[in-house]
């Protein structure tokens, strides 16, 4: 589904990614991990096309992202709160977006419905202007805008950060469900180990912009994944001293 | 700790993006400043010969003094409308050991450096000096009334924040104000109640007997404390620091939808301009800019200068495309990125703001009929500036706006706040104006009103008729500058 070929991106001559090949097929539930300025964000930028990567391409159901704009009608995200409109309450933002994915009110109603337990009864209906959200409802409403209009492919970037741990689990659970029932190919960054060992089947591991890992996971994921980020934690440590 | 303040502020001025990259117009600002301050000074010396020719053999100290109320009463009006409480990122010093007395003393002295604070004693330390160069008796009277004038100017500044304050609170908050203002003038005017003579005996007295300058100073002292007890108060998160939740006004757009495959823009672009301060009052603006002909044609004057109609015509029904277009793309830069990301077509999304900018010309034109009162031909001017208008600025500006790079803060108000302006804006903001109003005025000149209002109408005509193409040429300009875009707005203001 989504293939990336020599990709780099520099800044001023420094290199922030660089990778050589990576695969994600159709329906998979996909991880990234990685320390802070380790690349996440600056890939899934690449992948929707946000910056323009210094060599290399990106392909998703063998659109090159960079030269067509045709991959946008299967693909949603939610990178960080700019992506919502901050003047908009929840469901008129809901609905700029149903209209924007072809997505008529009944459509966008029913989809959001499936959502109340989500919601915890915080968003709808609630006559506020996404801006007056706390952090955490923000980013429940800009999830769920990801899930509008059956995209084939869901860029969440740290979507469990700011989240209450009921939301937590629901959200796993939410994300499992898109990945294995209906194909839905699930890309997600975050700096809880626990979490996504429990959503996505696969993980990598990126540092200083390079893939240094690519799992699939089991149970022995979790401790490993633990074992790696430790083990630079102390030799870190160790250079200090 | 007050040095700590100093050094935060320092660096906050001289390290904000918007300074490094607006030198050109904080230039402007100074020589502005300047030429304000010329003016007074030679207002100052001014006045005194004024008074000569006038009135001269009376009490010149005194004539001032008597009128001070109107200066009082004028100078907190532009006060409300022009200062605010100057503003300190407060937060991160609450959990800091700082004394909350400490901040709270630093902003209300910082306040007392304002240029306004400033602009009074340039017209009365002239008008002082000369006075005393040309011979007034009583030199300690002069100071006395110089050491009164500072006096006042604080407590203006300090008595206006508290007014702010507590208006603030208000759902139309200039209208008490206004109100009690006006009222205050009309019972002087109609020596009800003359301020003009007490206030003017108060200065007089005081000027005579300089203990009385007490009084002044105890009531400077009180305003200085309502001040501080007031933002005392407010120091806490759940107080002020805490940003208000706004109820929503939902209206119903589903009209829009007769513009079709735009109207989710349509809709956006409305709302963007209905619930956000900024985009708010530059709606609100478009009244001046109506009202911008009463300005010139009632004087005779500029009724018979000609190519002034075309200029008039341009800005009062251009007055929302120009504020509003010359922002195009930088109002959606907060969530940019998103639209970049999602399912648009860049065509559309540029063409609901063109139809608006459009609506506006023409709502515009026809709120601005009545002056044809003003005759026939200037309302013919108006016409042909209005097709002018749509046809060929609403593409330039639009146009100019794939060079915007800068991010543009929707909750921050308008009047005097250049966020989000560059040098194109500028560059591409004059001629807008002055390239209709030049051809114009030459062909005018030339070869005759009819055949100057033929070429505004026919460009204009020209550029409708190219509509689709032009658009098509904007639109690749815009995804060209894409990424730089994104990467712009993306950075804070």
Redo the contacts between chains.
């Keep these: 589904m989504i293939q990336t070929t020599d990709i780099s991106k520099s800044y001023n001559g420094i290199q922030v990614l660089k990778i050589d090949e990576l695969h994600i097929p159709k329906g998979q539930s996909f991880g990234l991990v990685g320390n802070n300025g380790a690349g996440k964000t600056t890939y899934f930028s690449l992948l ?5 990567p210094t060599t290399g391409s990106i392909t998703s159901n063998d659109i090159v992202v960079s030269n067509s ?1 045709d991959w ?2 299967f ?3 939610f ?1 960080d709160e ?8 929840p469901e ?1 933002y809901f609905y ?2 149903g ?3 072809g997505q008529n009110k009944a459509d966008v109603d029913a989809l959001t419905s499936q959502f109340e337990d989500f919601f915890n009864g915080e968003i709808l209906g609630k ?3 996404l801006r ?1 959200l706390s952090k955490g409802n923000q980013k429940k409403a800009g999830i769920v805008a990801a899930l509008i209009g059956n995209p084939e492919v869901i860029i969440l970037d740290e979507p469990f950060a700011n989240l209450d741990p009921t939301t937590q689990i629901r959200l796993k659970q939410i994300l499992k469900d898109l990945a294995e029932k209906q194909g839905v190919t699930v890309l997600v960054s975050s700096h809880d180990l626990l979490h996504v060992t429990d959503v996505c089947e696969r993980i990598v591991v990126l540092e200083k912009g390079e893939v240094v890992k690519d799992l699939e996971t089991n149970p022995t994921t979790l401790r490993e994944l633990e074992a790696h980020f430790a083990k630079s934690a102390i030799s870190s440590s160790e250079e200090e001293e | 700790m007050i040095k700590h303040f100093l050094n935060l502020e320092w660096k906050q001025y001289f390290r904000s993006p918007y300074w490094q990259k607006n030198l050109a117009l904080n230039i402007l600002l100074v020589f502005f400043a300047l030429y304000l301050m010329a003016f007074f000074v030679l207002g100052g010396v001014g006045l005194y010969y004024g008074l000569d020719e006038l009135l001269p053999n009376q009490d010149k100290l005194a004539i001032v003094s008597k009128y001070m109320f109107y200066w009082i009463l004028g100078d907190l009006l532009f006060r409300f409308f022009m200062q605010k409480l100057p503003v300190m990122s407060v937060k991160p010093l609450l959990t800091l050991p700082v004394k909350r007395s400490t901040v709270v003393n630093f902003v209300l002295g910082k306040s007392a450096f304002s240029f306004f604070n400033f602009l009074p004693l340039f017209l009365a330390i002239p008008f002082a000096i000369t006075l005393s160069a040309y011979g007034y008796p009583d030199t300690t009277a002069i100071l006395m009334w110089v050491f009164i004038v500072i006096i006042i100017t604080f407590s203006s500044n300090f008595l206006n924040f508290i007014i702010e304050a507590y208006s603030a609170e208000l759902s139309v908050p200039l209208l008490p104000f206004l109100i009690v203002a006006a009222g205050l003038y009309g019972l002087n005017y109609f020596e009800i109640i003359s301020f003009t003579d007490i206030i003017g005996n108060g200065v007089i007295a005081i000027t005579q007997n300089p203990i009385f300058i007490l009084i002044p100073l105890l009531v400077l002292g009180l305003l200085y404390m309502v001040n501080y007890k007031l933002l005392l108060q407010k120091l806490y998160l759940d107080a002020s620091l805490k940003t208000k939740v706004k109820d929503v006004n939902a209206s119903d757009l589903s009209w829009t939808k007769r513009f079709g495959d735009i109207a989710p823009f349509m809709q956006l672009d409305l709302r963007l301009i209905w619930r956000n301060k900024r985009t708010k009052s530059t709606a609100f603006l478009m009244v001046i800019g109506l009202l911008y002909g009463l300005f010139f044609y009632p004087q005779p004057m500029y009724r018979e200068m000609e190519f002034m109609w075309a200029f008039i015509g341009i800005f009062s029904t251009g007055f929302f495309l120009i504020n509003f277009g010359q922002f195009i793309p930088a109002w959606d830069s907060g969530y940019y990125k998103m639209l970049m990301s999602q399912n648009i077509k860049y065509e559309q999304y540029l063409r609901s703001k063109f139809i608006l900018m459009v609506m506006s010309v023409v709502v515009m034109f026809v709120l601005g009929i009545p002056y044809v009162y003003f005759g026939w031909k200037i309302l013919i001017a108006h016409f042909a500036a209005a097709i002018y208008n749509i046809g060929v600025n609403s593409h330039v500006i639009m146009w100019g706006g794939s060079f915007n790079r800068k991010k543009i803060d929707l909750d921050k108000k308008a009047a005097f706040n250049y966020q989000g302006t560059g040098a194109v804006q500028w560059l591409i903001g004059i001629p807008l104006m002055l390239v209709p109003m030049i051809l114009f005025g030459i062909l005018n000149w030339l070869l005759g009103f009819e055949v100057a209002i033929a070429t505004l109408i026919t460009l204009g005509i020209i550029g409708i008729v190219l509509h689709k193409k032009l658009m098509k040429f904007i639109t690749e300009k815009y995804l060209n500058s894409k990424y730089k875009m994104i990467a712009a707005f993306s950075k804070d203001a």
């Design positions: 929707l096309d946000l910056i323009n704009e946008k009608p693909t949603s995200a990178i700019t992506f919502l409109i901050g003047y908009l309450t008129e700029f977006i209209d924007l994915r006559k506020k202007y007056d």
